[in-house]
């Protein structure tokens, strides 16, 4: 079955400044990959995806990068806001409707 | 307008005991699931249900049954309750297509003393 590694577990990141959290995953069929952002005693609330025929997708101060050769995937957040302190998980889902999380990056952006 | 909505928001229980947790859908999906979060916030699938057929069991003991009336509802049991079982459960829905996301549920926080 499919294996999604997250990194990192934590990031702290000024307020302004950019965050990166990257994940690599195992299967080749895997074909869809979203981003969910958890806030405190909140579900999970998708964010942003993409598709495995797409190598960038862009959502204002969210942009999703897709590397399916090398299998990885990796969320950008820039001019981050105090509000954006959450933590997010990304996801690899295929054909099968069987979808994998990463183990979770908690961000904190500092005012 | 609530999409995804569970309840009880919050459930403590002494060990032993059977509980439910439920879950209804108003998006029209046809596939519901059962995540287990724990302390350390990882997010486990333990059950699918698509038109009423588990389609996903992982490896969660047989104190678990999802039971689904129909399909805009996937229910939890939950027998014999034991402390490891103290965790968030999220019920999700999606479409049944592979590039579909996941809703999910506001959680249900489960403490077993």
């Known amino acids: 079955g499919e294996n999604v590694e997250q990194h990192p577990s934590t990031l702290s990141v000024q307020e302004g400044d950019s965050a990166v959290i990257k994940c690599t995953y195992s299967d080749s069929a895997s074909n869809y990959f979203p981003w969910y952002k958890q806030e405190l005693g909140k579900g999970p609330q998708l964010i942003i995806d993409i598709r495995s025929n797409v190598g960038e997708k862009k959502d204002q101060r969210i942009a999703v990068t897709l590397n399916k050769t090398a299998k990885h995937f990796s969320l950008h957040i820039t001019e981050t806001q105090p509000e954006d302190s959450a933590v997010y998980f990304c996801a690899a889902k295929d054909n099968n409707n069987d979808m994998r999380f990463g183990a979770g990056t908690r961000l904190t952006v500092k005012p | 307008d609530t999409a995804v909505s569970q309840t009880p928001k919050y459930l403590v229980t002494q060990m032993g005991n059977d509980k439910s947790i439920k879950c209804e859908q108003n998006l029209g999906h046809d596939t519901m699931y059962w995540y287990k979060q724990d302390s350390k916030k990882f997010l486990k699938i333990m059950f699918s249900y698509n038109n009423k057929e588990l389609i996903i069991n992982e490896t969660v003991p047989n104190r678990f049954s999802p039971k689904s009336p129909d399909k805009a509802h996937l229910n939890l049991h939950i027998n014999s309750l034991e402390l490891g079982d103290s965790a968030v459960y999220f019920c999700?829905?999606?479409?049944?297509?592979?590039?579909?996301?996941?809703?999910f549920g506001n959680g249900t926080r489960l403490t077993v003393t």
């Open positions: 999700a829905s999606s479409l049944p297509k592979g590039n579909s996301p996941l809703h």
